[in-house]
């Protein structure tokens, strides 16, 4: 089982940038694609990026492509999501997960509000 912990989320404001970071523990996780996912009020969770588990491929919605970049360091067992250009509708909980998700893996995610 990976156990993931995000950070880096706050509050932003239109036009800004942050940088999310999802530390993951357990032998395996070099194997494993991983995504960020997020999950706004009264919204079910939406994927919004995705990358190999080399780090060569990356997918986007067209909802953050060209504002968004996930990056990997599998030596630091870590993936980031670089996010610029937000925007209000950006606002929610960001979460890291397994692509496709493991049920089992979720953690608390971590927060970013987007607000002048």
């Known amino acids: 089982q990976v156990q993931l912990v995000e950070s880096g989320g706050g509050l932003v404001q239109p036009g800004g940038s942050l940088r999310l970071s999802c530390a993951a523990s357990?032998?395996?996780?070099?194997?494993?694609?991983m995504g960020w996912y997020r999950q706004a009020p009264g919204k079910q969770r939406e994927l919004v990026a995705t990358i190999s588990s080399g780090g060569s491929t990356k997918n986007y919605p067209d909802s953050v492509k060209g504002r968004f970049t996930i990056s990997r360091d599998n030596a630091k067992n870590t993936v980031y999501l670089q996010m610029d250009s937000l925007k209000p509708e950006d606002t929610a909980v960001y979460y890291c997960?397994?692509?496709?998700?493991?049920?089992?893996?979720w953690g608390q995610g971590t927060q970013v509000t987007v607000s002048s």
């Open positions: 357990g032998s395996r996780y070099m194997v494993y694609a």
């Open positions: 997960n397994t692509y496709p998700p493991s049920p089992v893996d």
